[in-house]
Structures are given as C-alpha cells and as structure tokens.
C-alpha cells in the first residue's frame, strides 16, 4: 500500500525541532507579558463570515485562501485564515473592553490558507499574534512595535529590519483613492488582470503585487503620504517621534500596505535577510473601523501577526539539548529490576531518567543506546553493585564520578543534575 503523506502545505513537528518552538512561545508569553499583554484562545473554525466581514471581502485571502466548507448541520465554515477577527468576535461577544479600557491579547496557533507552498510559505502555517483594543494613541502603536522588537531580540533573530508606513484615516483615503485611481487608469494596459480587478475593487493593494510588470507602474503613482490629512499626519509623527525617543530604528516605506482590508494609520512590517523571498517575519498595523465593521462600538486596535515557521528559520540553530538526564544499564538479567526501580525512583525525583533494559538487550545494545540518548549522567547496575549497595553515577563529559547506595541515589543524582542545570 502507498503510504499516506502529510497534506502538501502542512508539517509534522518532530521531538528535536519542537523544544525550538517551546523556545518561540515562551519568549512571547514572557515579552507580552511586560507590557500587560494576556493570552485568548479562540477556536480553529469559526462562521464564515468572521471573515468575510472582517478580513474584508476583496482581500485575496477571502477570495482565494479559506479553507471554506459546509458541515454536516449545513452551517458555513472557515478554519481561520488569521487571528484578528476572532478576536474582535470573542471581544464583542463576552463584551470585553467595558468602560473604556485597554484590552491586550495575544494568541498563539496555527492558520489555514490555500496559498502554494513554498519555503516559508505553507498551507497550515502558525501565527503569534497581539491586539490591543481601545487604544487610540500613536504611543501604543510604538509600545506594539517596541514589543515585537524586543521578543525578535530575545530570539536572536538574525537581521530584523523595521518598515513603517501609513495608509492614513478616513478622510485620507477617500482623497487618496481619487488620486490613485486616476493614476492607475492611464496604465491600466500596462497591469496584470488582478490588478485591473483590484483598481476597481480596491485600488490600495495593487501595490502588494509582485508582477514586474505593474512593480514598474507601481514605482511611478502617487504615494498617500501626499494626500495625509493633518491628523494622520500627526498620528504617524506620534508614532515616529516615540519610536526615535526609544532608540528604535525605523525605515519609512512609503509603498507598504498590508494585505487586509482593516487597516488605518500605521502600518509595520518586520523582515530577515535571513529568509528568500518570503522575507516578511510580522506584519500589523492599525486597525480602528475593524470592531465597528463586525458590529461593535467605534472601538480602536492595533496589534501584528508573526509567522512562527519564518521565525524559526531566521533563528540560530539551538545546540541539541539531551531530553534525558540520566541513563540506566542493566549489567544482566538478574539486575533489570533494580534497574527499574530506579530509574522509577528518579523519575519521583524529578529527573529524566531513561533505560533500555527491556526483554534481553545486552548491555552492549543499552550503552549504544545511552550514547544516542546524549544524556550526560550514566548508571550501570549489576550484581557486584547490589551486593555491596554502591552505585556509581557517571559523567561521561569528564568520567567524574559519585558513588552512592540505593538509598541515596535521588536525592544526590537531583542535586548533580541540578548543579548542572544552574551552572
Ligand atoms: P498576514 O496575516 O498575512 O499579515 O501575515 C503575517 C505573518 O504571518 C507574515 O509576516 C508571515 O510571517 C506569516 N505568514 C502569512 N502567511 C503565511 C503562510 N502561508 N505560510 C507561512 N507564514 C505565513
């Protein structure tokens, strides 16, 4: 029989490689977690149109991406494609954000889009994500940007280059649309089809294609930083002189729109050198208009979106870390009990302790498998050993070693163990 495959665009995470998304996440609850930032778990499905409304209909995502189906109770579905309007549903549905607050959150897994894979580009992809809601501010813009910053700090991220832009308020794009699409209607023969359909349905995100042809149309329209009213203008200054004040380099682009309908104001993104040709680490922005669109107040947000397998690959390999502290031989048959109960009793203790002493493998097999484990602590027990109940722990990095009895054999293997761990 064939083998069944993984579905292509979607990944197993293998023991090895997820202590380095442990590493990823921790990081996040621990930087979040300063800034006040607390975490929601939503559902992976949600009703279709979360999204529809609040991704935005014209978005490729809605259009092309979901992963949309009916379920057996005929009800209309989407394995969520991003974070965002989840969030704002689960906000107005347990009416969060009363009296005025801010609200910040974070989540933290995995997104469905049907878009073709490639590396750093998949099907079923993870997201680390932050909104903060009821916040106006061009102060909290920055703090979000600060935030995502420092976490990429902490991860050793290689190379991480701050883009920042506006798409401006209200006022702002509907000057700016008029402009631009009076641009964009004398090269019209020059655009791709989803750029002649996007001049129509959204003009703004004809600047996110790649096509070369309309990449050279694009390097000749108008920018929305000549159509700023003076409160977008100020906003995106706040959000500036903050980050200068903080020491964070920014690099103003002024042609970066994101690809979601939602956003106003500020917009930021984050790339590595260290990635090909999807170099995006995060992406966010502002987004007030967004809880009012999915039927709540005039409520602001701001928050990013962070791809944790593009994350990864921007990271330093991790030193491969032993899972195991303390690995038990049986020297024969007659001592696989002690053995066991050992390695039992280290377990009660706290420890990682692991044996291979299981139906009539030689010692020769256990040590093999002792070496593959990596772990840094060995115990070979046999009948000499029980006989005068001395036991001798093992550290092969150096062949230190400790001799003790039964008795004493957790507490002392605890305290080297943890010696280890603190030094
Ligand atoms: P977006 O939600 O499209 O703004 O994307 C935010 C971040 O999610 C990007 O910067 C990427 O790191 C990541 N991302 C988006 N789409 C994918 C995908 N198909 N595969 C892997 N990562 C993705």
């Known amino acids: 029989m064939k083998q069944i495959q993984a579905i292509r665009g979607t990944q197993d995470i293998l023991p090895g490689e997820v202590e380095r998304w442990y590493r990823v996440e921790a990081a996040a609850r621990e930087v979040f977690g300063r800034y ?23 978005t490729d995502v809605v259009q092309k991406e979901m992963y949309r189906f009916t379920d057996l109770g005929d009800n209309d579905i989407t394995l969520r494609p991003e974070g965002t309007p989840p969030v704002v549903r689960a906000y107005l ?3 969060l954000g009363q009296g005025r607050s801010i609200d910040r959150y974070f989540y933290c897994g995995p997104m469905f889009r049907y878009e073709r894979p490639q590396k750093g580009r998949y099907r079923q992809f993870h997201q680390i994500g932050v909104e903060v809601l009821g916040a106006e501010s061009a102060r909290v813009d920055a703090e979000v940007i600060a935030m995502a910053m420092q976490w990429l700090a ?26 631009l699409v009076a641009a964009q209607a004398e090269r019209l023969d020059e655009l791709c089809g989803d750029c002649r359909a996007r001049h129509v349905s959204n003009p703004l995100r004809v600047f996110d294609c790649k096509k070369p042809g309309c990449q050279a149309v694009i390097e000749t329209l108008p920018v929305i930083q000549e159509s700023l009213s003076a409160a977008a203008d100020r906003h995106f200054n706040g959000v500036r002189e903050a980050l200068a004040d903080w020491d964070i380099q920014a690099e103003i682009d002024p042609r970066l729109v994101r690809g979601l309908d939602y956003y ?32 709540g107040e005039d409520v602001p947000g701001v928050g990013f979106a962070s791809g944790t397998e593009r994350i990864l690959l921007a990271m330093p390999e991790a030193p491969a870390e032993a899972a195991t502290d303390v690995f038990v031989i049986a ?24 044996t291979y002493a299981y139906g009539g493998r030689n010692k020769r097999a256990q040590s093999k498998a002792a070496r593959r484990s990596g772990a840094p602590w060995q115990l070979v027990v046999g009948p000499d050993e029980m006989a005068a109940d001395r036991y001798t722990l093992r550290r092969l990095a150096d062949n230190h070693e400790e001799v003790v009895s039964a008795g004493e054999l957790p507490a002392v293997a605890a305290r080297l163990v943890r010696h280890k761990a603190s030094s």
């Open 36 to 58: 006040g930032v607390g975490e929601i778990r939503t559902p992976i499905f949600e009703d279709s149109q979360v999204f529809v409304k609040g991704t935005g209909e014209t």
């Open 93 to 95: 549905q347990h009416k």
């Open 154 to 179: 902490e991860l050793e991220v290689a190379s991480p280059t701050l883009k920042l832009n506006t798409v401006g308020d209200e006022e702002t794009r509907i000057a700016y649309r008029e402009i």
């Open 264 to 295: 106003r104001q500020t917009v930021f993104e984050i790339t590595s050198s260290a990635l090909g040709a999807q170099d995006s680490l995060l992406g966010g922005g502002r987004y007030d208009g967004l809880v009012a669109q999915m039927g």
């Open 331 to 354: 020297f024969d048959e007659g001592s696989v009990d002690t053995t066991h109960r050992f390695v039992h009793e280290l377990r009660q203790a706290g420890l990682r302790a692991l």
